[in-house]
């Protein structure tokens, strides 16, 4: 901008960044300005929006290229501020020289590289940016060498000049250099190698620089001087190899230490670990991996994990899931010879040398399920003996329960033999018989009640009016009478739904408690007064509650 500005102002100091006598071309500071944009787009996140400010710029070196090449006069250059170019003293030169434009055009193509997103592409984009770095300091050099012979289609950088153009390779190499807290796994020798090679660009030019600029004051000849160059270039090159050698053959041995914890881990894992790419392609795996599905060692290489699952794999967001992301589900495996078996299956995304990878554990949960249906069997059991070992304590009452009809029945019975022998009314006769009838009934209705409560069966979940199922507990209850005393109330709200359950398991728990209501009462010596409420609680549940006037729950016993 200073430079424009300068050119607007006709202002020699400005147009040429301190150095009135060579003036910067007012349409390659245009160029120059549109790539700084385009390169702070692209560290805001903005890289579509930076390749379309580089398109200008792009087209723009290319001509001036070609015009050098051919001697072809476009007149691009002069398309801004023509006629103060011409009194401008910058005759001998109507377009940015050759050193410059190359140095433009590696800044160019290491911004488009730095905007791809992809960090192979990124890595080359600081590469390049280190070559600019080193041929600006080369041609700042020469132009501030007076003793060196310079043609006027090449060199023409000045230092202030040159200095915006450092300034942004610096920024270019800054946004690439991985930063030191990175990974360990990303630590490599490649990645050493990677780190280092701007600096290997940078300081290879070092030496020739000095000894340009010692070479007035020097007493050497020019072979002398050219043969310095080269060894001081020669020693600089063997002492930065030297380091990247001793630091890679560190990051090998640390390498291989990892490497070997991690092949220890892939040995005795219990559960098959799998590493696949985002194509779901396995690279590596655990030794008890192809053991899950009865294969060879060498089976699951290339194979496509899907294809050992039946159903569908749900990936992790590969793109915007940060590492360490997971998800897990339960799913089905097939073996190899197609026996099929439950399985747990967790997702992960990874990290590895600058791509993301999916890692997979799964676990066979073939013992755990057969394991879960035992604990449910003796659940089963452990619930019908309950219920047998409530019905034995309460054996006395229920014998009583059922001869008070028999009883009733035989009465019944009696007297209806005794009118028919008197030859009494029929009427009576049929009378009696219809009692008997109704006391017969009600004993099979208190026996068939009490063969479903002790029955040993599965789980049955129906719909169940909840009134009728909390009454036919109490009535279990109620059973023996002679030692039931004080009130049981149940109070259901109209609004109560049906309920889904199994009648059994709930009249069970209502049972159980009901008992020990009235043993708490018992103990405390008080007439029970218990109540049995049921109301809604949500859109889909209905709490029961069961409460009496016992003593409570012991101090501290809730703790």
Same mark, same amino acid.
């Given at each position: 901008m200073i430079v424009l500005i300068g050119w607007a102002l006709d202002n020699a100091i400005m147009r040429g960044l301190g150095e009135p006598t060579a003036a910067i071309h007012p349409m390659t500071t245009l160029n120059f300005l549109l790539m700084a944009i385009a390169s702070a787009l692209v560290f805001a996140g903005q890289p579509r929006a930076a390749r379309i400010a580089l398109v200008f710029p792009a087209v723009y070196l290319m001509v001036l290229l070609f015009q050098h090449i051919t001697g072809f006069d476009s007149g691009i250059a002069r398309l801004l501020f023509a006629d103060k170019m011409a009194l401008a003293p910058m005759v001998r030169r109507p377009i940015t020289p050759v050193g410059p434009v190359l140095v433009l055009m590696l800044l160019l193509s290491a911004l488009l590289l730095l905007s791809s997103g992809k960090s192979n592409l990124r890595w080359w984009a600081g590469q390049i940016a280190s070559l600019a770095f080193a041929a600006t300091l080369l041609l700042i050099a020469f132009t501030a060498a007076d003793h060196i012979e310079k043609g006027i289609q090449f060199v023409g950088v000045t230092s202030g000049a040159g200095f915006p153009v450092l300034l942004l390779c610096v920024a270019i190499l800054i946004s690439v250099v991985e930063p030191q807290t990175a990974p360990a796994n990303n630590r490599s020798p490649w990645r050493t190698l990677q780190r280092m090679q701007p600096a290997i660009i940078v300081?290879? =030019? #070092? +030496?020739?620089? !000095?000894?340009?600029?010692?070479?007035?004051?020097s007493i050497l000849s020019d072979a002398e001087l050219y043969f310095l160059i080269v060894m001081a270039?020669?020693? =600089?090159?063997? #002492?930065?190899?030297?380091?990247?050698? &001793?630091?890679?053959?560190?990051?090998?041995r640390l390498l291989a230490g990892g490497e070997a914890r991690l092949n220890s881990i892939l040995g005795t894992a219990p559960d098959a670990l799998i590493v696949t790419g985002d194509d779901l392609v396995i690279r590596t795996y655990s030794r008890s991996a192809p053991l899950l599905w009865g294969l060879?060692?060498?089976e699951l290489q290339g194979r496509s994990l899907a $294809?050992?699952?039946?159903?569908? !794999? *749900?990936? +992790?967001? #590969?793109?915007?899931?940060? $590492?360490g992301d997971t998800t897990s589900h339960f799913t089905t495996g097939t073996r190899a010879d197609g026996v099929r078996f439950p399985a747990e299956l967790r997702l992960g995304i990874a990290e590895q040398e600058g791509e993301r990878v999916c890692v997979a554990f799964v676990r066979d949960l073939t013992e755990r399920m057969e394991m879960e249906d035992q604990l449910n069997g003796l659940h089963f059991q452990l619930m019908h003996l309950?219920?047998?070992?409530? #019905?034995?304590?309460? *054996?006395?009452?229920?014998? &009583?329960?059922?001869?008070?009809p028999l009883t009733a029945a035989t009465n019944y019975a009696s007297t209806a033999d005794y009118v028919l022998a008197q030859g009494g009314d029929t009427h009576k006769v049929r009378d009696f018989l219809n009692e008997i009838t109704s006391q017969l009934l009600r004993a099979g209705g208190i026996i068939s009640r009490l063969r479903a409560f002790l029955a040993n069966r599965e789980i049955e979940l129906r719909r169940e009016a909840l009134e009728a199922v909390v009454q036919d507990a109490v009535n279990l209850v109620r059973i023996?009478?002679?030692?039931? $005393?004080?009130?049981?109330?149940?109070? !259901?709200?109209?609004?109560? +739904?049906?309920?889904?359950?199994?009648? !059994?398991?709930i009249q069970q728990v209502l049972v159980?408690?009901?008992?020990?209501?009235?043993?708490?009462?018992?103990?405390?010596g008080r007439e029970p007064q218990i109540t049995i409420t049921a109301r809604r609680v949500g859109e889909h549940l209905v709490e029961i509650e069961v409460a009496d006037n016992g003593a409570g729950l012991p101090e501290g016993f809730a703790e």
């Open positions: 300081c290879s =030019v #070092m +030496p020739a620089l !000095i000894l340009i600029g010692l070479r007035e004051s270039n020669l020693t =600089v090159l063997s #002492m930065l190899l030297a380091y990247v050698t &001793h630091r890679a053959n560190v990051q090998n060879n060692s060498n $294809t050992l699952f039946d159903a569908p !794999i *749900a990936l +992790p967001d #590969m793109e915007n899931g940060a $590492t309950s219920r047998q070992n409530a #019905m034995g304590e309460l *054996a006395g009452d229920i014998a &009583h329960e059922i001869n008070q023996g009478s002679r030692r039931v $005393t004080g009130r049981m109330i149940v109070d !259901i709200a109209r609004d109560t +739904p049906a309920v889904y359950v199994d009648r !059994i398991q159980n408690l009901l008992r020990n209501s009235f043993e708490a009462c018992d103990q405390a």
